[in-house]
């Protein structure tokens, strides 16, 4: 059983809407959450990590974790067709710096 | 920006034969990892190192054995590779603490 599930599978957004991504761990022993991108063809980059409680944004990413629901959502505005991509959630416990990926989410942003 | 390089970028190999994949970084980074990617599975973890000398198993080691010789430098071997472990795999290297992972360019396998 996936340890890390994210939804919507995929998700098609227009050019300069908003898109907003879920990921979900069913592992209690973890603390932080990563957030990556991979373009097509790419390697995944790291895009936002959180480990604490609460919302940061960086730009037009913003990023909410809820610790005693083990959830985590990314949330792209004015979302562009560059942003076309696949997004990879993944969960670590502190100290050991050991990903567990989700299947990812793959975004359509259509011009 | 930390650079993570991987060799080959392609590799065709026979059922049965013996493949080495090599990953190497330029940044110092005591942390090593190895995954593999496939369509509807997302990245899984096969091995991956704390340091110089050292391997771990991650969540899918079968058919997998690693070799770290040197901070640099981080192998996956198949020994006798298989049909099933034709994919994209990729290195990633990690500073000491919960730190962000830096990928390599992948390295895509086929076995025939």
């Known amino acids: 059983q996936q340890k890390v599930q994210q939804s919507p599978e995929s998700l098609i957004v227009p050019e300069g809407g908003m898109a907003s991504l879920n990921c979900t761990s069913s592992?209690?022993?973890?603390?932080y959450f990563w957030w990556y991108r991979q373009h097509s063809g790419k390697s995944p980059k790291m895009l936002m990590?959180?480990?604490?409680?609460g919302e940061k944004e960086e730009g037009r990413f913003t990023v909410h974790l809820n610790k005693a629901s083990l959830h985590t959502s990314l949330h792209i505005r004015d979302s562009q067709p560059s942003d076309s991509a696949l997004y990879l959630c993944?969960?670590?416990?502190?100290?050991?710096?050991?990903?567990?990926f989700g299947k990812g989410t793959v975004l359509l942003v259509s011009p | 920006e930390a650079a993570v390089t991987q060799s080959p970028r392609n590799k065709v190999a026979v059922t049965g034969g013996k493949v080495t994949l090599s990953c190497n970084q330029t940044?110092?980074?005591?942390?090593m990892y190895w995954y593999r990617q496939d369509t509807g599975h997302g990245l899984r973890l096969i091995h991956y190192?704390?340091?110089?000398?050292?391997?771990e198993k991650g969540d899918i080691p079968d058919g997998y054995k690693a070799s770290r010789p040197s901070q640099e430098n981080f192998s996956l071997i198949l020994e006798l590779a298989t049909p099933s472990q034709t994919s994209v795999y990729f290195c990633?290297?990690?500073?000491?603490?919960?730190?962000?992972?830096?990928f390599g360019p992948g390295t895509r396998l086929t076995v025939l």
């Open positions: 190192s704390y340091g110089a000398g050292s391997t």
């Open positions: 940044n110092n980074h005591n942390n």
């Open positions: 993944a969960a670590s416990k502190a100290g050991y710096n050991k990903l567990t």
């Open positions: 592992d209690r022993n973890v603390d």
């Open positions: 990590s959180i480990f604490s409680n």
């Open positions: 990633a290297s990690a500073g000491t603490g919960d730190a962000e992972q830096f």
